[in-house]
């Protein structure tokens, strides 16, 4: 840095020993991330670190929600009336089973056609013609 307090531009081939301790050299100089880089200005840089803590903290919650499922099943399995548990389960789903079905409509017929088909076999069975 010179007298007035402003730093000199540097020749090529000069050393930064020349610099005055406790002022920041570019090679101490903090790397701003770049657009090169793939982060927004003003956006902390995607790390290792984070990206090591991110996972991390994954793990946890996964290794976590694992510990509580195998608790509750083991509440369950403990249960005097399993059997009767499981029997009301088995009835649960197949009648869930059947709305689902008959809600997607596969396995049942349009109700509007059945109603046509049963007026048209009503009509044949009386003798009259068909239009």
């Not at 000199?8 to 020349?18: D, T, V």
């Not at 008959?102 to 509007?112: F, K, M, V």
């Not at 056609?113 to 003798?127: D, F, I, P, W």
Request: aromatic fraction near 0%.
């Amino acid at each position: 840095m010179s007298q007035t307090g402003h730093e000199r531009p540097r020749q090529p081939g000069q050393s930064a020993q020349h610099e005055q301790p406790g002022q920041p050299g570019p090679a101490e100089q903090p790397a701003q991330p770049g657009p090169e880089q793939g982060s927004a200005p003003g956006s902390p840089p995607v790390t290792l670190e984070l990206l090591t803590l991110l996972a991390a903290g994954v793990a946890d919650l996964a290794l976590d929600q694992l510990r509580q499922s195998a608790d509750r099943a083991q509440e369950v399995l403990r249960r005097s009336d399993l059997r009767e548990l499981l029997t009301e389960g088995v009835v649960e789903l197949r009648k869930r089973g059947e709305l689902a079905t008959r809600r997607s409509g596969a396995g049942a017929e349009n109700h509007l056609e059945a109603m046509a088909r049963r007026a048209a076999e009503r009509v044949a069975s009386e003798g009259h013609p068909r239009a």
